[in-house]
């Protein structure tokens, strides 16, 4: 995927970046360690990699690129510092427990990272990369817009939920207040919806029909949080915990899994 993606899209170089990255971190740390903690991180600084260096090699950097650019920076260095932060308190990622078997095994997570990063950043890079001339119009307002909502629904449902973890009186509870009392998973909503409205607006400067590949950032994160790495382990981590408990069964038959409102 990462190959053919960035072959399609004229970002070898990008995609061999995080790619590269990635393979440093695991062989310089996690391998030796047998350690996780710089996952998130070096994920962080492959995001800032690839973001600055498409943004820096244009030679005719235009508004459009750099409030995207900084909006992808903004997220990649919350997000980054909250998860750096998380693990240091945990100690571990129980998602990679399994993984830690062996060298191999545990090399898996880190290919995919700089797949994820790599698609992730996908537009960004496409738009940085092409010498787009388009002035502002509405999807860049609309989608920079729409990205200040999901950020905020993204940041206020993780303090709420780190509020909520460390008052020892909601040990072994599962959170149902603020946001979450509408959503599951209201940071992943946030989420999505900051990639989808960077989409917005890149398409306004995309090009060529290979530049709406970039598309596959929001559908890529999706796929993810909804289908891989997200809500499937820890729905599994919950359940093991909570199920039978009829006020997390009724949590779950009654709150919309994503977005607000949605049927169940």
Known sequence: VLAGVSYVTELQVYALIALGLQCFVFLAHGLPQ?????YDVSGSLTHLALILASLL??????PRQIVCSILGIIWLTRLGSFLFQRILRDGRDTR???MKTSGIRFFVPWVIQALRVFLTDLPIVILNTI???EELSFLDFFGWSLWTIGFIFEVVADAQKFIFRNDPRNHDKFITS????YSQHPNYLGEILMWSAICVSATAGFRKPS???GWLSP???YYILIHVSGIPMLKAKADKKWKGNPEYERYIAHTPLIIPGQRT
């Open 131 to 133: 010498e787009d001339s």
């Open 211 to 213: 530049h709406l590949l």
């Open 96 to 98: 990679m427990e399994d």
């Open 178 to 181: 603020g946001l979450w009392r």
């Open 219 to 221: 559908v890529f994160t």
């Open 34 to 38: 047998m350690s996780e903690k710089l």
């Open 57 to 62: 090699q244009s030679t005719n950097r235009n």
